[in-house]
């Protein structure tokens, strides 16, 4: 199993990366599936500065590659990733009607003072801020229609030392609990690797704890925007998540 279910492409205001480039090398290297998963931010933040593309012009080119390459054995899955769903929800939930994806990821950037954690941070985050982060994530996997949670602990990506959590061990387990529940699949996501963190995301005593609560539904994303990135580092995830004991979300 070789899979990728987080990628971002030209339609991703942040992504340069073309869709039928990352497919050819998907395929060279020998991956099953890809997901690709553009964002979908309707923060007033991010959509004052950013816009949105048309997603149902992503939605038919998409359509359109999956038919070229119809022959060959990579499965091409059309995905988003919701910025800050629970905080938009009512919104963002009418415009998704409109559109037909495969898969949904949800991911949390911002806290509640809107402090941007998925960038490069401009001060340090205090331990209310680690358990405001965690709170958001709460409220999303208990309300939102979304398949994978993803990039969780994104805001310790440009730390460059392992920050003390323990506080937030009660909000994890009820994070856990409410994905278990709901069906949604834990990320592994492998972006941190080519940041100052340099660590797998969620944190590895995280991810046991996942797995202590019955947690056994998992996602593999690099969170990749450039080709180079695209594979980056996939030989250092954990061998567990290629045992046959884990669930994919699709």
């Not at 996939?234 to 699709?250: M, Q, R, V």
Request: hydrophobic letters at 40%.
């Amino acid at each position: 199993m070789k899979i990728d279910y987080h990628l971002h492409t030209e339609y991703s205001y942040d992504s340069k990366l073309k869709a039928s480039d990352l497919i050819y090398k998907a395929i060279e290297l020998n991956y099953e599936a890809i997901a690709i998963t553009e964002h979908l931010d309707l923060y007033p933040y991010e959509l004052t500065r950013f816009g949105l593309p048309s997603f149902a012009r992503y939605i038919k080119q998409l359509a359109s590659l999956k038919d070229q390459f119809a022959s060959s054995p990579l499965r091409i899955i059309c995905g988003v990733e919701i910025g800050d769903f629970q905080r938009v929800s009512a919104y963002a939930n009418e415009f998704l009607a409109q559109l037909d994806f495969e898969l949904r990821l949800g991911a949390v950037h911002f806290l509640s003072d809107h402090t941007n954690v998925a960038v490069p941070l401009k001060r340090p985050l205090t331990a209310s801020d680690h358990e405001d982060y965690y709170r958001q994530n709460l409220a999303l996997v208990s309300a939102c229609e979304i398949q994978v949670l993803a990039h969780l602990g994104v805001h310790k990506r440009y730390l460059t030392e392992q920050p003390d959590e323990n506080h937030c061990r009660g909000l994890l387990a009820d994070i856990f609990q409410v994905m278990i529940e709901r069906r949604i699949a834990l990320e592994i996501n492998f972006s941190a690797l080519r940041k100052p963190y340099g660590r797998i995301l969620p944190d590895l005593w995280q991810i046991d704890l996942y797995r202590s609560l019955g947690g056994k539904l998992f996602s593999i994303g690099s969170d990749a925007h450039l080709l180079e990135h695209f594979d980056l580092n996939y030989h250092l995830l954990p061998s567990w998540l290629f045992s046959g004991e884990i669930d994919l979300p699709l």
